[in-house]
């Protein structure tokens, strides 16, 4: 099987990266597979929501998508654009990300025993509750990264901004939904820290292998009016031998199984497979001045 694109529509600057990177997912998936891979043919969407303008855009179609709602069938799920890189100074690509985490890893008892957040809180009013929530909280390092453009920090927010990297020097991460899903969560997961977050909304793929309670839980979850974290928080503080457990279980499912590039391509390959089962088979070839041509534009190309 080759990758080829029938049809793009990229209507903002900001988003030919995000389907390169999806791109570059698919192609490495693809070629590393150790068996071919089905004939397929599929839509993605790549904004944070899985339809920007309306519900009825997309009415009677399945696609392929970042993240979705418990009601939305239609819509399969997608490792996002992060996997392979994110256009960002602060976080980078992710392999880079993974092996500097590692490189830079503390011991347990040698990161802040603290709980640090970093994010624009004018995306999501759940963020600006949490904000509040944890103001003037001992554990708590919480602060607004305001941004001059998409890919810029302010000059402002500059001193507080903390690389995802630099994340991992936490004991304790909270992670929050934006507008929709949030991308950092498979940042903070690789880390090797606990990390925290509210009831989910959104979806994502990475979800089914949340443990939330017991020998293997791997994450701790709050309310979503953030009610009940102080009180979690100062169980972990007081109870360090379950927070390292936690923390230490997260790295062995996260980092170390379900969020390795090579993960990542099994996932991809099972979905194509997945996809094969309920979907046509397409027709990889048009004729073009009677002879035989590929459809479509060659992932090499279009890159």
């Given amino acids: 099987m080759l990758l080829f694109i029938l049809e793009a529509k990229l209507d903002d600057d900001y988003y030919p990266s995000r389907v390169l990177s999806v791109l570059h997912q698919i192609d490495r998936a ?68 993974r092996v500097e985490m590692i490189q830079n890893q503390l011991a347990w008892e040698d990161k802040v025993p603290k709980m640090l957040w970093r994010g624009a809180l004018k995306t999501n009013k759940l963020r600006q509750t949490m904000y509040w929530a944890t103001r003037n909280k001992v554990w708590a390092d919480v602060e607004e990264v305001k941004w001059q453009n998409r890919t810029e920090v302010s000059a402002g927010s500059t001193a507080s901004a903390i690389s995802m990297v630099d994340h991992c020097n936490y004991q304790y991460l909270m992670h929050t939904e934006g507008r929709s899903y949030s991308g950092r969560g498979k940042y903070l997961l690789n880390c090797g820290s606990v990390v925290i977050m509210h009831k989910s909304e959104w979806i994502e793929p990475q979800q089914d292998v949340y443990v939330k309670s017991g020998a293997d839980q791997n994450i701790v979850e709050v309310e979503r009016d953030f009610s009940d974290l102080d009180g979690k928080i100062q169980q972990l503080l007081k109870d360090p031998k379950l927070a390292r457990s936690i923390a230490k279980n997260s790295q062995k499912t996260f980092r170390n199984r379900y969020l390795t590039p090579a993960a990542q391509a099994c996932y991809w390959r099972k979905l194509f497979r997945a996809w094969e089962e309920v979907s046509f088979r397409p027709e990889p070839f048009e004729t073009v001045n009677g002879r035989a041509r590929l459809r479509g534009i060659p992932f090499e190309t279009f890159v």
């Avoid at 590393?32 to 599929?42: G, K, M």
């Avoid at 399969?76 to 980078?92: A, E, I, K, N, R």
């Fill in 30 to 97: 693809i070629i590393a597979s150790p068996e071919p891979v089905p004939d397929i043919e599929f839509s993605i969407v790549i904004t944070d929501l899985p339809d920007e303008h309306t519900t009825e855009t997309h009415s009677h179609h399945t696609f392929w998508a970042l993240s979705r709602l418990p009601h939305d069938r239609n819509i399969w799920l997608l490792p996002d654009f992060g996997y392979w890189s994110w256009p960002l100074d602060l976080v980078g690509s992710y392999e880079q990300i």
